[in-house]
Every structure is written in C-alpha cells, then in structure tokens.
C-alpha cells in the first residue's frame, strides 16, 4: 500500500502560480510512475501529467507549455508546477501512484487539494 498526502493548493488569480507538492509513504514495492489528475464540479476525473521512474512525462494537451511534473525519487515526491493559471483549471488536485506487482497494476490515490482560479 502506499500513502499518498497532497499540498499546495489554494485560490490563486487567472495569470498566477501555484506549485502542488504529493509525499509518498509506506512503499512495500517501488512506484513505476506517479502523476496529477483533476476532477472538477459536475466533471469526470482527468489526466492533467504522469511522469515514469525514468522520469518520461507525458501532459494533457489543456495544460502543455503551462504546468510542469517533477519527481524527486530519493524523498518519494512528486511536484506539479502550474504556471499562467486558468479559471477552467479550479478542480480538486489529486496525487496518484502506479505500482506494478507481477504484471498487476494498482493504483493509490491521495485526497485531494483544491485549487481555484478566480479574481
């Protein structure tokens, strides 16, 4: 099982930054990729980034050239930076972990920073 804590979110104006923090705790197997995704009101859940542990990324195309995901293997960390932030990105933030055991993928969830975009 692991753990997953998010940080960082807030209310933030159209145009500003915010930077998401999520901490992983209690591994028992190594974490293949980490990554963000964000549900907002009345929405499904989506991908916002994913980045592997040979640190490949991949990004929505809603938030490419905007936000940007880091992995800091040796603390167990994952960062997402959100820059020229939108009203259209206020979601609930959510940290998710990939563990593969023997060809079976599992994935943990964290609970969720709000983010809002508003002036």
């Known amino acids: 099982q692991v753990l997953l804590v998010e940080s960082g979110g807030g209310l933030v104006q159209p145009g500003g930054s915010l930077r998401l923090s999520c901490a992983a705790s209690?591994?028992?197997?190594?974490?293949?990729?980490m990554g963000w995704y964000r549900q907002a009101p009345g929405k499904q859940r989506e991908l916002v980034a994913t980045?592997?542990?040979?640190?490949?990324?991949n990004y929505a195309d809603f938030v490419k050239g905007r936000f940007t995901i880091s992995r800091d293997n040796a603390k167990n960390m994952v960062y997402l930076q959100m820059n020229s932030l939108k009203p259209e990105d206020t979601a609930v933030y959510y940290c998710?972990?990939?563990?593969?055991?023997?060809?079976?993928?599992?994935?943990?969830w964290g609970q969720g920073t709000q983010v809002t975009v508003s002036s």
């Open positions: 998710n972990a990939v563990v593969l055991v023997v060809g079976q993928r599992y994935d943990f």
């Open positions: 980045i592997t542990d040979d640190d490949s990324t």
């Open positions: 209690r591994i028992m197997y190594s974490i293949n990729a």
